[in-house]
């Protein structure tokens, strides 16, 4: 049954990515009508949709860095501890 | 003891003891069972709290059974874990590694209920001890290797542990196991903290964590997942909570965790960094150390051992049916392990702190708390790896293992299947604890220690503040997905020190060392051994001809005078005999009288 509906929603992979965008606007446009006085910092009060944007931009930052990192020797041969 | 307390530890201990009388059909239902009863007794005792198991060794009064709030919520889910675990391990039939997971288990109780560090040490490195052998048991040279370093790490850890009480008690007296002044920190205080930390894999003392998980036997790592970490993170709270430091390193070991986990490409080291960083969430509300921060240490504490635990069963399942446990080996599975699947997106999506699952009731209150006490860089830097984790255990490990291209061999693909029922069952009961956390709080949040403090995780602000992070992460990681994709390499980490060094050591002495020692015996064999033989060849020349001439020339000397004498004294007669010995005697009488 699983596998049917993954295959079922892989076969329309086009369609299931236009409804996450979908999702993602209307997550982000919710949170803009969302009473921000309780937020603990002045940015969130006062930069709208800040959540989202600190998120894309943690994804980004964390991507970037472990790829950087690894491309400076960090990631390196399975058997380097082989003797 | 009293009457009515039984502690849990020793009905572990007894049961691990007894288990080898116990055979056939009987065995998986007395797996079942003493796990079962250690809850009970958890969960009677938690009716009950107080002191008990006090027992007078030498001069120290040695605290076994103190229960309270603190000790109560860490020994609900560590016994809770014990059944999971022991349910997912009930088709392994060899009897040792239960005795050392339960072993394990008593060890981890032991520490929760302790009230003193004499106790609290024994109970260490039964742990220690007890956790080795889930590595070793694998029984492959890796495991061998790895369990060697893992039990070197916490023996040094342990050392530095012993040390630090061993001068608190020089210096105050005091062996119990409470609340340290961390506001002007002594030297053991330190030591204490440091031993401790190491426990719960704080850089820079974390290495052994991903090394030794992703070594140990399939049940082995179940075990591992929740207990050493976890009950760290509980010593911490005890001891050290408002130390801050913890703050600092907490953060640092958060983020350092999901950077690795990111470029790992064997399956329960992912899970490995990503206890590191989860841990790191915990560690930090330690440091921050108010009524709410040390809520959410336990509660996270509570929360990360059932997700964590599902996510290393599910794991478990696909490298017990596979045999392999790299993301470059696998792939494509979700068509021929549905049950696991499924389990595994209930662990990420927990971890990631979906809304009604465990992760988010749990992973939030630490960040308010952090917000909260006004660490602001700390609460941001928390929800940049909340993101992260998100990324790597809610899409990336999924990702790889069910839906990226198929990279099964065609014998590992034969072999994928979903796991037996007792595995699918321990994974089935994680999954319930997961959501019941999330979506009903009384559960977890009527045990956390504080009741001062009132939490209510499900405000609008919240959930659009985690749905925008969630949402976006996900937006990020398809559009940057193929730069974090599995690749076939190891991270170098610290633990290149130690590794390194051994090898180092290794080639030291089984070179240079072995080079010398060898010339060192041509050396002496040529030159000493000759030189040797020469001047024991003049020594007995001289021996033969020197002494030996001296000694039987006297000899002989001595024996040509008497005979001169008895030829001229001793003629024979008896009347000259005493003429002469009559003569000298007078001589000497005279000489003596005149003189």
Request: with cysteine; hydrophobic share 50%; net charge neutral.
């Amino acid at each position: 049954m699983i596998v049917n509906f993954i295959d079922y929603l892989r076969d329309r992979l086009q369609t299931v990515i236009y409804c996450c965008y979908g999702g993602i606007t209307f997550i982000v446009i919710w949170s803009l009508t969302v009473d921000t006085s309780h937020a603990h910092t002045w940015a969130e009060k006062m930069i709208p949709g800040f959540w989202s944007l600190f998120g894309l931009g943690s994804c980004a930052v964390v991507i970037m860095v472990a790829r950087l990192l690894g491309k400076s020797g960090i990631m390196t041969r399975e058997d380097y501890y082989d003797n | 003891m009293t009457t009515n307390f039984f502690h849990p530890a020793l009905i572990m201990i007894i049961g691990a003891l007894l288990l080898p009388l116990v055979r056939g059909p009987f065995r998986k239902a007395y797996l079942f069972l003493i796990p079962l009863l250690t809850f009970i007794d958890v969960f009677y005792l938690s009716q009950h709290p107080g002191t008990y198991g006090v027992v007078q060794f030498l001069d120290w009064e040695l605290t076994f059974g103190r229960v309270d709030r603190l000790s109560m919520i860490f020994g609900f889910i560590m016994s809770l874990m014990a059944i999971i675990g022991t349910i997912y391990g009930l088709h392994v039939e060899d009897e040792w590694q239960h005795i050392a997971a339960w072993f394990y288990v008593a060890g981890s109780l032991g520490v929760i209920y302790c009230g003193d560090f004499l106790v609290l040490f024994l109970f260490w490195e039964m742990m220690a001890f007890a956790s080795t052998f889930l590595i070793w048991f694998k029984k492959d040279p890796e495991s061998l290797a790895a369990g060697y370093r893992y039990i070197l790490v916490h023996t040094f850890g342990g050392v530095i542990l012993l040390l630090g009480f061993v001068l608190r008690y020089q210096a105050t007296g005091d062996l119990s196991f409470v609340q340290l002044n961390v506001q002007n920190p002594e030297l053991y205080t330190w030591l204490i903290m440091i031993g401790l930390m190491l426990n719960a894999a704080v850089p820079p003392l974390h290495s052994w964590l991903p090394d030794a998980y992703s070594k140990a036997t399939i049940t082995g790592s179940v075990f591992m997942c929740a207990f050493t970490t976890k009950t760290a993170i509980y010593t911490l709270a005890r001891s050290c909570a408002g130390f801050d430091v913890l703050i600092v390193l907490g953060v640092i070991m958060a983020i350092y965790g999901i950077i690795y986990a990111i470029m790992e490409n064997d399956v329960r080291k992912l899970l490995g960094w990503e206890i590191v960083s989860q841990v790191g969430y915990m560690v930090t509300g330690v440091g921050i150390g108010t009524a709410l921060a040390i809520n959410g240490t336990c509660a996270h504490a509570f929360a990360h051992i059932l997700y964590k635990g599902l996510l290393f069963m599910a794991a478990g399942a696909v490298i017990h049916a596979t045999g392999k446990s790299k993301f470059t080996e696998l792939g494509g599975l979700y068509k021929k392990m549905p049950a696991t699947f499924v389990f595994l997106i209930i662990g990420a999506i927990s971890v990631s702190a979906f809304p009604f699952l465990s992760g988010f009731v749990s992973k939030s209150m630490i960040i308010s708390a952090s917000f909260e006490s006004h660490i602001l860089w700390a609460g941001f830097l928390l929800t940049m790896v909340s993101a992260g984790t998100f990324l790597v255990a809610g899409l990336r490990l999924p990702y790889l293992l069910f839906f990226s291209e198929n990279k099964c061999s065609a014998e590992t693909w034969e072999k994928a299947v979903d796991p037996s029922w007792n595995m699918q069952l321990a994974m089935a009961l994680a999954s319930f604890f997961c959501i019941l956390i999330g979506s009903y709080l009384p559960f977890l949040y009527g045990m956390l220690p504080n009741t001062e403090v009132a939490y209510h995780p499900y405000g609008a602000y919240h959930l659009s503040e985690t749905l925008q992070i969630l949402a976006l992460t996900a937006f990020g990681f398809f559009l940057l997905r193929k730069h974090i994709t599995a690749r076939e390499t190891i991270s170098l980490d610290l633990d290149w020190f130690y590794r390194k060094g051994g090898q180092c050591f290794l080639w030291t002495v089984t070179n240079p060392l072995q080079w010398f020692d060898t010339a060192f015996s041509k050396a002496y064999r040529v030159v000493g051994l000759s030189t040797l033989m020469t001047t024991s060849q003049f020594w007995s020349w001289f021996d033969w001809n020197g002494i030996d001439g001296v000694v039987d020339g006297t000899a002989r000397c001595v024996r040509a005078i008497g005979q001169r004498i008895s030829l001229v004294l001793q003629r024979g007669q008896i009347q000259q005999t005493i003429y002469y010995t009559v003569t000298f005697a007078a001589v000497i009488l005279v000489a003596y009288v005149w003189l």
